[in-house]
């Protein structure tokens, strides 16, 4: 009985001292928890940011939402759709490491038309983003919108539209200005000095092919015109 009993306590005091271990490690790892967490050393307050060219690496970095943050909360994926839910950044990728670096890498929108309209002007992009200008950019195609009728619900420029200007300069490099109204729609003119109505922008890519045909075939009859009228596609109107 008595061998029993000593067993007995053997066995709980090295339960107990298991126990203590135990809590100790346990203690011992929530202290290394606590200084990982609350360290400055795992907290952001820059970033490496590259591929920036319309915005600043600060604007960019202050759009991102991490400053002050522990590495250990923040999230790539969350960051990134911040970003890109800004109109000059077509896509973001985000990157972290120990102990506190965060690398920022952006694909910018590439103005190439400045939307004039009565009250105020936009960059816009090949997939008509629009974007408020941020400085005096050279090159870009003026189209002029007095009542920015060209926007759509989400407030960007039609899509046919810009397919419009980007095919007319391909065919035609030199003119610069187009200019909307809803009753003749895109319109420019010319070196030869002909206007050319495109309409609202249905069919805009089918249209900019009978402009090309019509225009190779006035030249090679060597005839004068001042009006290409091609509202309607199936009727071309000349003058």
Not at 116 to 133: H, I, K, L, N, Y
Not at 142 to 150: N, S, T
Request: contains cysteine; negative net charge.
């Amino acid at each position: 009985m008595v061998r029993r009993l000593g067993l007995r306590r053997l066995i709980t005091a090295r339960q107990r001292a298991g126990r203590a271990v135990g809590l100790i490690v346990l203690a011992g790892l929530l202290t290394i928890l606590v200084e990982f967490f609350a360290s400055y050393a795992f907290y952001v307050y820059e970033a490496e940011v590259h591929g920036h060219r319309l915005l600043s690496a600060g604007q960019i970095y202050e759009a991102s939402g991490i400053d002050g943050y522990s590495i250990f909360w923040i999230q790539p994926e969350v960051i990134e759709q911040r970003l890109e839910a800004l109109p000059y950044i077509r896509s973001a990728t985000v990157r972290c490491w120990l102990p506190n670096r965060v690398q920022i890498i952006v694909e910018e929108r590439e103005p190439i038309i400045l939307w004039r309209t009565r009250d105020v002007a936009f960059w816009v992009d090949s997939e008509g983003q629009a974007m408020v200008p941020l400085a005096d950019l050279p090159n870009l195609v003026l189209v002029e919108d007095e009542e920015r009728a060209m926007a759509d619900s989400e407030g960007r420029m039609n899509q046919e539209i810009v397919v419009g200007i980007r095919r007319i300069r391909q065919i035609v490099p030199e003119v610069g200005l187009f200019r909307y109204d809803p009753i003749y729609g895109l319109q420019f003119i010319t070196p030869e000095g002909v206007l050319v109505y495109l309409g609202e922008g249905q069919d805009m890519a089918y249209k900019v092919q009978v402009f090309d045909a019509v225009q190779r075939q006035i030249a090679h009859e060597g005839r004068t015109v001042s009006l290409i009228d091609l509202r309607y596609k199936d009727k071309p109107y000349i003058r």
